[in-house]
T-cell receptor, first 109, second 117 residues
Framework: GQNIDQPTEMTATEGAIVQINCTYQ??????LFWYQQHAGEAPTFLSY??LDGLEEKGRFSSFLSRSKGYSYLLLKELQMKDSASYLC??????????WGAGTKLIIKP | GAVVSQHPSWVICKSGTSVKIECRSL??????MFWYRQFPKQSLMLMAT?????????EQGVEKDKFLINHASLTLSTLTVTSAHPEDSSFYIC?????????????FGPGTRLTVL
């Protein structure tokens, strides 16, 4: 079966750095996405990785290792508004998106 | 751009009635739209994939006669929850892909919160 694993919940301090991991087992791979979802709102796109390596976009970076079936989302200089759920999703060989359950990130002052 | 709108943003209805939710791509043509459902504190659940001009593809366990999907144009898809019951109360979200963007990320509408009394 297809599976995406990410931690259920993480806590970090305002101003710090946090890394949210995602491991996947899917039938084929055609890209990995990270989305942010605030409570009661729809997800918003954060990043896309299809090749190995690090993609940096401002305070957020996303890393991919296809051989390890592993990705992480790195958030720097955490702000209170970063408190949200972060969803990892992998596009399989049929171009279907397989979603992780999401990681709830709690930022403390 | 890639803006997706949904209407209504919330709806309360009586058990047994039908509710229609609209999803529109505002600044691009979306050949494919997706309908999701999300229960509180749970992840997104894909209900169906909607292709313009053809029948929707439903995920296993989703009743196609209960959740009617119509994708009549390249900018509009509708989801009708027929004979709604309290267990259908959920957050319904649509998304669309912009064929002009190579990565194929999905752009989400703001969601519709359905409460069935």
């Amino acid at each position: 079966g297809q599976n995406i694993d990410q931690p259920t919940e993480m806590t970090a301090t305002e101003g710090a750095i946090v890394q949210i991991n995602c491991t996947y087992q899917t039938s084929g791979f055609n890209g990995l996405f990270w989305y942010q979802q605030h409570a009661g709102e729809a997800p918003t796109f954060l990043s896309y990785n299809v090749l190995d390596g690090l993609e940096e976009k401002g305070r957020f970076s996303s890393f991919l290792s296809r051989s390890k079936g592993y990705s992480y989302l790195l958030l720097k200089e955490l702000q209170m508004k970063d408190s949200a759920s972060y969803l990892c999703a992998v596009r399989d060989s049929n171009y279907q998106l397989i979603w992780g359950a999401g990681t709830k990130l709690i930022i403390k002052p | 751009g890639a803006v997706v709108s949904q209407h209504p943003s919330w709806v309360i209805c009586k058990s047994g009635t039908s509710v229609k939710i609209e999803c529109r791509s505002l600044d691009f043509q979306a050949t494919t739209m997706f309908w999701y459902r999300q229960f509180p504190k749970q992840s997104l659940m894909l209900m169906a994939t909607s292709n313009e001009g053809s029948k929707a593809t439903y995920e296993q366990g989703v009743e196609k006669d209960k959740f009617l999907i119509n994708h009549a144009s390249l900018t509009l898809s509708t989801l009708t929850v027929t004979s709604a019951h309290p267990e259908d109360s959920s957050f319904y979200i649509c998304s669309a892909t912009n064929p002009g963007l190579g990565s194929g990320e999905q752009f989400f509408g703001p969601g519709t919160r359905l409460t069935v009394l």
